[in-house]
């Protein structure tokens, strides 16, 4: 069973503040997903990274995959109360397969 | 709206009871999932269909069962309902470029 660690569990932080979450795993995916949840909502996917070493920014948002596609990391940067959420990485066992495994998530609070 | 719609959006039942939670794919996607989420367990994999048929089966109960229409809705069958099945259930469908569009969700409550 592939499984994914995310650290931390929860974080709070002022508003304007960086943080990295992280998502850790002894298994090796084809791929890992970044989604965002709120509340009363599903998770809705910020971003999708294949090649390990891969970078992807989305505008104060930067993703990197491990070199060795096991883990991954989300770095937020200046922070804002629009990006309070819970934070979910989720990997993908191999071609052909699209079953993703999730970790539990991160819990952000960005306080005004 | 994520094009992905999941009825009803709230159930409340009593333990011992049957309901079916049902859920409509994004136009044009073949694949649809079920997911279970707690607070304590994540988000848990319980089946895929593809286009009709079963393709994967995850941690999903005997007393859990789920079919996909020739319209492509999915229907999520839950029986014999005890205090631990009480979670928030989500579908999500795809196309093959591996990232999942989910709906909104059933909290389904039992009591």
């Known amino acids: 069973t592939q499984l994914l660690e995310q650290s931390p569990q929860f974080l709070s932080i002022q508003e304007g503040e960086n943080l990295t979450v992280y998502c850790n795993s002894s298994s090796v995916f084809s791929s890992l997903q970044w989604y965002r949840q709120e509340p009363g909502e599903g998770p809705v996917l910020l971003v999708t990274v294949v090649t390990g070493g891969e970078v992807k920014k989305l505008k104060r948002l930067t993703f990197q995959f491990g070199d060795a596609r096991k883990d991954s990391s989300l770095h937020i940067t200046a922070a804002q109360p629009g990006d309070t959420g819970l934070y979910l990485c989720a990997g993908a066992p191999g071609a052909g397969s699209y079953q993703l495994t999730f970790g539990k998530g991160t819990k952000l609070s960005v306080i005004p | 709206d994520s094009g992905v719609t999941q009825t009803p959006k709230h159930l409340i039942t009593a333990t011992g009871q049957r309901v079916t939670l049902r859920c409509s794919p994004r136009?044009?996607?073949?694949?649809v999932y079920w997911y279970q989420q707690s607070l304590d367990q994540g988000l848990q994999f319980l089946i895929q269909y593809y286009n009709g048929e079963e393709r994967a089966k995850g941690n999903i109960l005997e007393r859990f069962s789920a079919q996909q229409f020739p319209d492509l809705h999915s229907e999520l069958n839950l029986s014999s309902l005890e205090l631990g099945d009480s979670a928030l259930y989500f579908c999500?469908?795809?196309?093959?470029?591996?990232?999942?569009?989910f709906g909104s969700g059933t909290r389904l409550t039992v009591v």
């Open positions: 136009s044009g996607d073949l694949s």
């Open positions: 999500a469908s795809s196309v093959v470029d591996h990232g999942y569009t």
